[in-house]
């Protein structure tokens, strides 16, 4: 290592300063402390299409060779396989984009370890057993895997009335217990969904025989991701989402039981751990395009109020009661449900706040909100995360990402040029 002496008018001994240090500290000091998460649809695109404020937006970042200045990630609450939506962002935009760089809904389930070598139904539709495949879950079984196995259970299919009043079928004893269920999109077919999932948990993953009493059942662990009730396409009102689906074996289980279904984890926006596990996303992105400087500050940019900037700013809230706490030598608990797992794969939590930039490109529409006579308030979010209407307000509202990214750069006193 390089070494400087430095001497003192009267004297010949002095302090010894590393040049590397020196050089290392000049890059640190036109590097970024602060990362960008872009929510997808209704930001950055609608359906396929990218939107031109996004193509724009993402060129503010980029150096003229087209490499990221800048860490970004991409956070979702679809449900797809993320080496496919990484190739398509990386199309809309003419970069690389990493799949471990966008988060869908179900992706933060990778640090739910306790249940990765369970046997696990997973709820879904394309690509399900793939999707949780690729999270970690290594034994999972599909809902057609349980009609198989017990044929008697879906009445509500007609057609399997049928087909079993007609032929010799039997259960298949040897069919592994459920000992979990994922749950990682609305599926199709929710009347053979739900009729099976409360079979399942009735009978603790085993259903060949009843309960003597449903009050002495233990519940299954349900980890469900993605609680939209709703989502906009392209109908003139919004489509039902994952979060009617769970709605519906909510209400049905608390019929049949009368209790509450009890999640083991809830995940996707706008839970807390999907904004951690997008920090240690943004941290793996930041020291793969060399940036030596821990990130200090998130900024999320949405379209979804009540899912997005409510996320953004529960996260916000966590962070800095967590930091009081730490002052206070005393321990900031969330909902169980809600938990954020100490692993050892996360990298370091340095981020000390998070801001939230709201878009007019997709579900907000202010010009609506402007006009509208409508002072009820109707919450849409989930049951098990408390309705509070400031938390859907946030740090700025821009009418589009290139707006949002211009802001940013502004905010932060960042030049691309450095």
């Not at 590397?20 to 396929?48: H, M, N, W, Y």
């Not at 500050?297 to 900037?309: A, C, E, M, R, T």
């Not at 809600?338 to 340095?350: C, W």
């Amino acid at each position: 290592m390089l070494s400087v002496r430095v001497l003192g008018d009267d004297s010949e001994s002095g302090s010894d300063f590393s040049l590397t240090d020196c050089l290392e500290d000049e890059l640190k000091s036109t590097q970024p402390d602060f990362g960008i998460l872009f929510d997808v649809d209704g930001v950055l695109a609608r359906g396929s299409n990218p939107l031109d404020p996004a193509v724009k937006a993402l060129k503010l970042l980029q150096d003229e060779e087209g490499n990221l200045k800048v860490p970004v990630a991409f956070v979702t609450n679809a449900c797809n396989r993320s080496e496919d939506k990484a190739k398509q962002i990386g199309k809309w935009f003419n970069m690389q984009v990493s799949p471990d760089a966008v988060i869908h809904a179900p992706t933060p389930a990778r640090l739910l370890t306790e249940f990765h070598n369970k046997h696990v139904l997973v709820i879904g539709q394309e690509h399900r057993r793939d999707i949780a495949l690729d999270i970690g879950f290594k034994n999972v079984c599909t809902l057609e895997d349980i009609q198989r196995a017990y044929p008697f259970l879906d009445m509500v299919d007609h057609d399997n009335r049928k087909r079993v009043a007609s032929g010799t079928y039997k259960d298949d004893s040897s069919f592994p217990r459920v000992e979990a269920i994922l749950m990682i999109g609305e599926p199709k077919l929710w009347e053979s969904n739900l009729q099976l999932l409360i079979d399942l948990l009735l009978t603790e993953g085993k259903p060949t025989r009843a309960p003597s009493s449903i009050m002495t059942v233990k519940q299954l662990p349900i980890i469900a991701c993605n609680m939209d009730l709703v989502f906009m396409d392209r109908a003139c009102m919004p489509r039902f989402g994952h979060g009617s689906f769970l709605l519906c074996l909510e209400s049905l289980y608390k019929k049949i039981t009368g209790r509450e279904l009890e999640y083991t984890a809830l995940i996707g926006k706008p839970c807390e751990i999907t904004y951690r596990y997008a920090e240690h996303c943004l941290a793996d992105v930041a020291k793969k395009i060399g940036i030596q400087n821990p990130i200090r500050k998130l900024y999320f940019i949405g379209d979804n109020p009540s899912v997005d900037i409510v996320g953004a700013n529960l996260y916000h809230r966590f962070l800095r009661r967590q930091s009081e706490s730490i002052d206070n030598e005393e321990n900031y608990y969330l909902p169980r449900c809600r938990s954020i797992p100490n692993n050892s794969a996360l990298y370091q939590q340095t981020v000390q706040a998070m801001e939230s930039l709201l878009v007019g490109t997709g579900v907000y529409k202010p010009e609506e909100e402007d006009s509208s006579d409508d002072d009820v308030d109707i919450y849409h979010g989930h049951r098990d995360i408390e309705n509070e209407p400031e938390l859907a307000k946030p740090s700025k509202f821009v009418k589009d990402v290139y707006h949002g990214i211009q802001y940013i750069l502004e905010k932060e006193n960042f030049s691309m040029k450095t």
